[in-house]
Each structure stands twice: as structure tokens, then as C-alpha cells.
């Protein structure tokens, strides 16, 4: 019995190395590229629907830095609201002109709209 549940054990672990490494999501790709973003409340006690994303390393691939950010901004909206709907202030569908990139960093703000 034991050795079974050892097997098993064994087994789930490598299964979930073949998945990112222990079990984690797959990286998604933009534009032939991953991108480290994350998606943060502007003010968590005043409300959580105004959101920042940040987009690191975006000269790499500029449109796909955009398309990484819509990407956390509609996973920061589903995981807070159970929507995907976004209102963006400064977006990825913005001219190149209107984006902001500082320090190699692509940042938008929207908000969720529940």
C-alpha cells in the first residue's frame, strides 16, 4: 500500500513538472515573448475596481507588452469582480504616443466594472 501511494505521489509530482515546474501555470507568450506584469489595486480601502498594470522589459516587444497588459488587467478584473469588463483610462489600445513607459516599464489604469 504504501509503495502504491509512493508511486502515486511520484508520479503526480513529475506530472506537475511538465506543467511550469511543480504544478504552476503555463508562462503565456506575446508576440513570441513572456512579460513579467502584475495588476494592483490603485487604493485598496478606497476601492479595488481602479487598478494599475505594470508591464516590465516592454521595448522587447511593444504590442506585445500591450497585449500582456490587457491580459493582467481582464485576470485582475475576473479574479476580483468575476468580470472582464474594463474601463480603461490609459490603455492598450491607446496611440503609441499616449503610452506610458518609464524605465522600460508599460504601465495602464482602468477599472472594473462589475
Known amino acids: 500500500m504504501m509503495r502504491m501511494m509512493a508511486a502515486v505521489m511520484i508520479g503526480c509530482l513529475a506530472l506537475g513538472a ?3 515546474g511543480l504544478g504552476g501555470p503555463d508562462p503565456v507568450s506575446f508576440d513570441g ?3 513579467r506584469a502584475s495588476a494592483s489595486a490603485v487604493d485598496k480601502r478606497a476601492s479595488r475596481a481602479l487598478f494599475d498594470v505594470r508591464v516590465r522589459d516592454a521595448a522587447a516587444s511593444i504590442d506585445g507588452a500591450r ?3 490587457r ?3 481582464i ?3 475576473i479574479h476580483n469582480f468575476g468580470t472582464s469588463d474594463i474601463i480603461w483610462t490609459r490603455g492598450p489600445d491607446d496611440e503609441a504616443s ?3 513607459v518609464q524605465d522600460g516599464t508599460l504601465t495602464f489604469q482602468g477599472r472594473c466594472t462589475p
Open 18 to 20: 511538465c506543467r511550469g
Open 33 to 35: 515573448r513572456t512579460f
Open 67 to 69: 497585449e500582456a497588459g
Open 71 to 73: 491580459y493582467e488587467g
Open 75 to 77: 485576470k485582475y478584473c
Open 98 to 100: 499616449k503610452l506610458v
